[in-house]
């Protein structure tokens, strides 16, 4: 059994997912970080100074009572929050990833110039629908004259 195991952890698409896993998990501390220090700070002051993660409403007071000037003040003083900026940063943030795994997969699956199709070389004649050359003028079948 513990030689199965062996074999299966050591299978090439385990480590790439491993490996793609870990590097994920490091992205998303790069996009959160990108989020609450570079992104939303500026939003905050364009919006007349709001900190978005700081909106909190509060549903049960704490042990010390507020008014509570930040989150992290209410939840110190035990208090119960509905943190929607912390949300509003989570959907920004899901929104970033997506975005670069979008345009990651839509580089990926974009065929190369090996891969793409070559010219055609034949076409149809429109009047007796034999196949012709492309550069024929006239249809070597039923003789009628091709439009270029």
Do not use: H, W
Not at 70 to 97: D, K, M, P, R
């Amino acid at each position: 059994m513990l030689e199965e195991f062996k074999k299966f952890i050591m299978r090439g698409n385990v480590i790439d997912m491993a490996v793609g896993i870990v590097i994920g998990a490091s992205f998303g501390g790069i996009v959160n970080s990108f989020v609450n220090d570079v992104l939303m700070p500026p939003i905050g002051v364009l919006l007349g100074g709001i900190d978005f993660s700081n909106l909190f409403i509060l549903i049960k007071k704490g042990t010390t009572p507020g008014p509570y000037l930040s989150l992290a003040q209410a939840q110190e003083a035990g208090a119960v929050t509905l943190n929607y900026g912390v949300f509003i940063n989570t959907i920004i943030s899901f929104l970033i990833i997506a975005l670069a795994i979008f345009t990651v997969i839509r580089f990926l699956n974009k065929p190369t110039k090996e891969e793409e199709a070559p010219p055609p070389v034949t076409k149809e004649c429109p009047f007796c629908f034999t196949i012709i050359p492309i550069k024929a003028k006239r249809c070597p079948n039923c003789t009628s004259e091709l439009k270029a």
